[in-house]
Every structure is written in structure tokens, then in C-alpha cells.
């Protein structure tokens, strides 16, 4: 069992809202994993601020939900990178604004999804980075899944939805009246599948599945499937 926070497309979602259909490339992934280590399937959706306190207390064996992997999660579960993200600012196709970097979100009301990335880097630029004066205005409170900060997009309640480029890329494709406004993408960093620090078995296993994954080819099925060569975590590596 794989936990997810499925609101994220690409990478996990529930097609037509169905919730009986997640679906997405971190899910194929950690399909063809469990198939690999000659196991069955099955997804927990979980918020995202609360997945990794969830894996630790054992409500499923690993997740998969596009996380970055920072030094501060490290210290509290082991990652297997498999895919490489950065960030993007998502606008309204009408604003007049135009941010390119994250010191540009000064003052500025922001969308974030609860306990992610970009919710951190926030707060660093607010407590002691460019926007110390000028506080970029956000609620990630309010924001459990990251489709509620696109719906605040849309809804007008914020100016811009930070969220990850892949994510991005996707709510432009599939949807009209927005606009993605940062030419070069920001802080590319891998992603990993997380286990616990103290099942080195589940580890080795999920670590071995994967490369074997690389080796035949279905990972870069995976990727030209879902439309996201350009997260290949070898061309990041």
C-alpha cells in the first residue's frame, strides 16, 4: 500500500473526480513496483502535510506523491528518487503580473498547498529572505489539496498558484484562461518514493524494483506516457 495525496496531476488524481479511479504517473510507478516485487496494489489517499507522520505510524507501507526531497525530510524517512521537478507560477491568462523569481511574489496574495515546497519557500522568503519588508500574502491553511489553490486562482482570492512545474504544465493543458509566467522554471530538485527510516527491506525492495524498471524500459514508457521526459531522473542526476 502506497500512501498519495491524490490531487496532484500528473502525477496522482482521480479522472472525472471518480475516486474509485486514481490515476496518474506516480501511481503507474508505484503500480509496476508493487508488480515487480510480486505484491498487490493499493492507494491511500492522504493529505499531504500528513503523509509522512501517516508512514511513520504505519498506515501503509511507502507513498509516492510527488515530494521533493529536502534535507529535513531525510532526517525522518529514506527516499529512492525516482523523477525530477521544479516550480512554476500559475496566473490568470488576464493579470497584469509577470513574476519570475520568488523575491517577484513580494506582497503579492499566493496560493500554496499545505506542507509542500513551495509552502516552504515562502516562509523562508517571508522570515528572513526578499520579502521580509514586503510579506508575500498567502493562507496555505486553507489549502489541504493543491486543485483548492487552483480553484482560488480561478475563484480571483489569489493572484498566483506556486505549485510544482509538472503540475503546472498539466492545469494548462487542461484548462483554458490561465497562463504560466516564469520563463525558467525555479529550483529543480528530485522526488522520491519515501519509506521508514527502520524498514530497510521495504527500501532495498522498492530501490530494487525501480532500477530494474530503468533497465527494461518502463520507466521511460511511463514518462512518455504521462508526457514527462523532461523529469527523467537520470538527465537530472
Known amino acids: ?14 479522472p472525472d473526480g471518480c475516486p474509485k479511479t486514481a490515476d496518474g504517473f506516480d501511481l503507474d510507478i508505484a503500480k509496476a513496483i508493487a508488480a515487480r516485487m510480486g505484491l498487490k496494489y493499493a492507494v491511500s489517499d492522504t493529505k499531504f502535510n500528513d503523509i509522512i507522520p501517516a508512514l511513520n505510524t504505519k ?18 524517512v529514506h527516499f529512492v528518487s525516482y523523477f525530477s521537478a521544479g ?10 503580473k509577470s513574476p519570475q523569481q520568488l523575491k517577484d511574489l513580494c506582497g503579492i496574495k499566493v496560493a500554496v498547498e499545505k506542507g509542500t515546497q513551495e ?41 498566483v498558484h506556486f505549485t510544482d512545474s509538472p503540475v503546472a504544465d498539466y492545469e494548462l493543458l487542461k484548462n483554458t484562461g490561465f497562463k504560466i509566467s516564469n520563463k525558467a522554471i525555479l529550483s529543480t530538485a528530485p522526488e522520491g518514493i519515501a519509506t521508514r527510516p527502520d524498514d530497510s527491506a521495504m527500501f532495498s525492495a ?19 506516457k504521462w508526457k514527462l521526459e523532461a523529469g527523467d531522473i537520470d538527465k537530472a542526476s
Open 1 to 14: 500500500t502506497f500512501g498519495s495525496d491524490v490531487s496532484y496531476p500528473p502525477q496522482e488524481f482521480y
Open 59 to 76: 498506515k501503509f507501507d511507502a507513498l509516492v506523491s510527488a515530494m521533493t526531497i529536502s534535507d529535513d525530510r531525510k532526517k525522518v
Open 87 to 96: 516550480e512554476s507560477f500559475v496566473l490568470l491568462s488576464s493579470s497584469s
Open 119 to 159: 509552502e516552504t519557500d515562502v516562509i523562508a522568503a517571508n522570515t528572513n529572505g526578499d520579502c521580509a519588508k514586503n510579506p508575500i500574502d498567502f493562507k496555505s491553511t486553507d489549502f489541504d489539496k493543491d486543485t483548492q489553490s487552483l480553484e482560488a486562482l480561478r475563484k480571483g482570492t489569489a493572484d
Open 206 to 224: 522498492i530501490d530494487t524494483a525501480f532500477k530494474a524498471m530503468k533497465a527494461d524500459g518502463t520507466y521511460k514508457t511511463l514518462l512518455t
